[in-house]
């Protein structure tokens, strides 16, 4: 990755300051984008630290002017542009007959679908001159439905067709389209930040993290390498393809899997 000229959304918190160091350590040009400038300032200090060179631009995904804003940036400060990890997202936690605020809906789509749409559309002209990647960190639930989560599977849903569609368009003109099927993370604000029932934040919540989540260092080395490969889906844990192929077969028994699972975290 040294010198590679990497947009990074959402890089204020979680997986996407991590990606943002680790990027750094390897020598990437970083241009970062989120709503909290002082949270991204300590990033961009945390990558200079490591060697790496960043600029910080504040920005909200969900107005397409400010993706147009982050592409300008990095051509400004870099001459290039050779990924864009759209990686800004917000999440909920309510049964869908219990939520009061719908515009919780329309939120969710607004930053996990249009705000990746946002930034892409200005950054693809020189994704192509680079040969570059996209890389749309989704999740497990842009394949599969869990509970308590309609808005968010829907969001992440609509990216994943999205970045089905956009391969076949782009891949012969030498832009790769990546998409991260993760599962749960530890160590990110998703879960507080996550919209309850009323349209508010829920807030730091007891719940514990399964045993399958995995770190956040972890999961930004495999991004990392997926990128370096060239490849056009991961799934992390790389276990969790079975539950993919499950839904397939036997959707009934996912859906049992994925209920008892859920369940077990709304008691905890
Ligand atoms: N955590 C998990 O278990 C998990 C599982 C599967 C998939 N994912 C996906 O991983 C990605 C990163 O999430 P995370 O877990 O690292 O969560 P996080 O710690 O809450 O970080 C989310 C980031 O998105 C930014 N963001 C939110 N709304 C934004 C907006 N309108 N414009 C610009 N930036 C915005 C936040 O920054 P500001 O608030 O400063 O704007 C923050 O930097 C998300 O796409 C999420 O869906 C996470």
Known sequence: MTDQS????????????????????????LTLM?????????VVSACEQVGGKAQAIEGDVTRAEDGVRLTRAAIDAYGRVDGLIANAGLSMWARFDEVKDLSVFRQ????????????LHPALPHLKK??????????????IGVPHHTGYVASKHALQGFCDALRMEVEQEGVGVLSVLLHWLRGTELREHAFGADGQKIGASRRKHSSESIGL??????IIDAMAR???????????????GVNVVRPKWAEALIRRAVGKQARD
């Not at 991590?18 to 990027?23: E, K, M, P, Y």
């Not at 909290?36 to 300032?41: C, G, H, T, V």
């Not at 969710?108 to 930034?119: F, Q």
Request: positive net charge.
């Open 6 to 29: 990497i947009l990074i959304t959402g890089a204020s918190a979680g997986l996407g300051a991590a990606l943002a160091h680790a990027l750094a350590a390897q020598g990437a040009q």
């Open 34 to 42: 989120a709503r909290r400038a002082d949270r991204l300032a300590q």
């Open 108 to 119: 969710l789509m607004e930053v996990n679908y249009l705000g990746a749409v946002h930034c």
């Open 130 to 143: 680079s040969g570059g990647m996209f890389v749309a960190v989704s999740s497990i639930q842009g394949r």
């Open 217 to 222: 260092e972890e999961a930004s080395e495999c």
């Open 230 to 244: 060239r490849e056009r889906e991961i799934v992390l844990p790389w276990k969790l393809k079975a539950l993919l």
